[in-house]
């Protein structure tokens, strides 16, 4: 079967490259099949737990990562249910949940056999409770793609600080990093063979390979893995980061980029101008890897938290924030991952729930029901509509199986005063999402001055966001 | 309860003390009940068990303490019988086991609720053994009393090298010292508050408290268990090392001792001229402190292992050893703890079972019949037998609850050819033995030369080991 895959995959890899010889250019970056799930997405969710849910203070990651959490028996959510957090995914409309396994405490919250520091070292059902285990079985029976988040880069229970065994050079300094990267890819071994496919792979901080005196994670997921999105390692990443954790990127943010890893290695250049190479992309880049647009749902109003923690209910992104966060990264050819947080119950709180609910529902109002839409090959389009109709928002998708093609393009609007520019813009990628203030059509043109080969246009579609109560 | 025994403490000691003074010597010290208990066991073992007894390498100490385990999951004794354990101990005559709860792994063998790297984690026994609680059972089921050893010293898991956190001074080594330091006396509370009352608690390489930056052990081991032989940190110590591990003290071995601690301090002084100190004690020690002579069964020719390791067989003691152990330790006021070492089975090896039989059953053979015996009061004693008799052995005991009293004695046999010194010593404290060639005899004659205070004899009696096939 994966043979199969993997034939296919490399005839339409061919094939999309010949075409682009045909067109007498250069080879235009192509998405695997993976890439291509992962944008189609748009919408994505990280769901972050960990010990110090339970510890009732207020977090502090600097603190956290050097603070052995006193008594992991504290975990202990009374009425988990991660049918609940998924259903709150679905309701919001989002594709991906992604869990975070273990995060900077070092706990990990499934039944290992490597790391003690586990599920089953607690009293919590007693000892045979596995989330990762209950959370893919939820994301199963409702249809979301479910993938995991594991922390290696800080783990305060072993010692372990930006990767290291905090140590002194001693043989048993030396030792203990061994160990600790063994651990690492027995738990990465555990994680990729025991849940099934899984639709993305999260190391945060990246997973500093051997060249760096970190563990061997890569094949490890390879092997177990070959549909997977890596993020990511000084070797590789399918998708890379936006640069922020505000939800948004910059526009225009291409979906290719010059390096195969996101920003684990050359720092200096990527990270230069407020991270705007991980922002912006580099239409010239040789690897497609779109960005990721990462926020925390309860991150408004002087807060920024991806864990729960009491009393951070009026932090809950406004609706409009959220749409906001839209236009900022699905509208730039980018991926949203929200940040939700089960509390100490287990449960994702009703103020979240309902928030995440109406973002979901605001999306569809806004964009469920086009006016018109055309699609096909070529740089000019028209559509359209049967009269004339109140228009507020555009949407313009590439079929970026074929790469990512546009340059430049611009859109002209039929009004009853004569056609009028309405939008302008240079990368489109999977999608462009222009909002902008009623005005009254009869049709619309969309044209590609400029473009790497042919381009494909996946949709081109308008809409009335007031006509959907 | 508790109470009262304590105020009988009190009036027993108060007692003691105005017959001292009645005497008109200054204060002798004496041993507490736990002590009188200990003393009078004569024979103990130490049960040592650790994750490396499953790794089918040779055990290296120094190796060991600075490798963590690769995979705990090795621990896998799949016959494991504490019954049979406890039998072998039973059968040597051993009133007391004392068990490895944790040793240099940092592994716990128990269900602990704060120690994640414990038998929680394990397959073995579906994460629901407790080699603790089997062993403690196992113990009351034959009426021996149990004992555990609590290793905090070294945690090649932890990172703990020498009861500190491995580490460059960093606050986060400081915060992992502390939470280290948490654990150590949370896993004591565990173990205090368990298993009922034990005899013993053996913090190996002592359990250096707050202030030299360890763990605040002491208060939490006297909550729980008011009666237990504590050893030993900087301030206290119930018994002594006895200077080596060659199961033997040297003579005279006073129970007596000039400081409150064994050797967790002070080390200049105690560490001198080979541990005399420890090996010797003081007469004028003002603490009653007896030495313990510990030694593993399997240390001959060559091997010195506490632990199972396979083809060790050929190591294990002779008897001949073993009895010269008795004589050593017993037989000098000092207590012997053999160690025993269940293998990767679960099971105390035949051989060394069978050899701890052969050597309980030697110590009774030579020891069970005595061919007369008188105790009392006062500086001489006469023992008459009913005809002349061969004998080979003699033993002493003073009645160690009012202290160690005889400075010098001498004993003369009355042969054939008339009264003949055949053994004298400085001293006697709970037992000494004196072995010699076989002589006949009719009577025997005790003369306590020396004494702090009117000596009390709880036995004097002669044995002949050939008499008892």
Known sequence: MKLKGSIKNIISCLLIALCNIAYGQKSIPIPNKSQLVWQDAELTTLISYDLHVFDGKRYNQAANRINPIA????????????????????????????????????FALYQSDVNSYSMKALKFQDGKGDI?????????????????????????????????????????????????????????EELMSRYGELAMVWFDGGAHGPELGGPNILPIVEKHQPNIIFYHNTQRAD????????????????????????????????????????????????????????????????????????GDEKHIQPLESLMDMYYGSVGRNSTLILGITPNAEGLVPDPDVNRMKEFG????????????????????????????????????????????????????????????????????GHKFIAKFGQIEVSALRLNINKSLAEPIIRDFSVYNSSSNP
């Open 132 to 188: 990762v285990r209950d959370f893919v079985a939820s994301c199963r029976k409702y249809g979301v793609l479910p993938g995991l988040y594991i922390g290696i880069r800080w783990n305060s229970n072993y010692g372990v600080y930006d990767f290291m065994v905090h140590n002194d050079n001693s043989p048993f300094a030396k030792n203990r990093q061994q160990h600790y990267n063994k651990l690492c890819e027995q738990m990465t």
């Open 239 to 310: 998708i890379r980061w936006g640069g922020s954790e505000t939800g948004k990127v910059n526009y225009p943010c291409w979906g290719t980029y010059p390096f195969p890893y996101s920003h684990s290695t050359n720092t200096k250049e990527i990270f230069k101008n407020d991270f705007q190479l991980l922002k912006e992309g580099d239409p010239e880049g040789e690897y497609y890897m779109p960005a990721m647009s990462d926020a925390p749902l309860r991150g408004h109003n002087g807060r920024h938290e991806w864990f729960w923690e009491p």
């Open 71 to 106: 008594d992991y028996n504290i975990f202990n959510p009374t009425k988990l249910d991660t049918d609940q957090w998924v259903r709150s995914v679905k309701d919001m409309g989002a594709k991906v949940a992604i869990l975070t396994v273990t995060h900077e405490t070092g």
């Open 361 to 428: 529902m605001e999306i569809k109002k806004r964009f469920s029901s086009a006016l018109g839409r055309v699609s096909g090959k070529g740089s000019n389009y028209e559509l359209k509509l049967k009269s004339y109709q109140k228009i507020d928002h555009l949407v313009l998708m590439e079929d970026i199986a074929y790469g990512e093609r546009v340059r430049e393009f611009s859109i002209e609007a039929k009004t009853k005063k004569g056609w009028q520019l309405i939008s302008k813009g240079t990368s489109i």
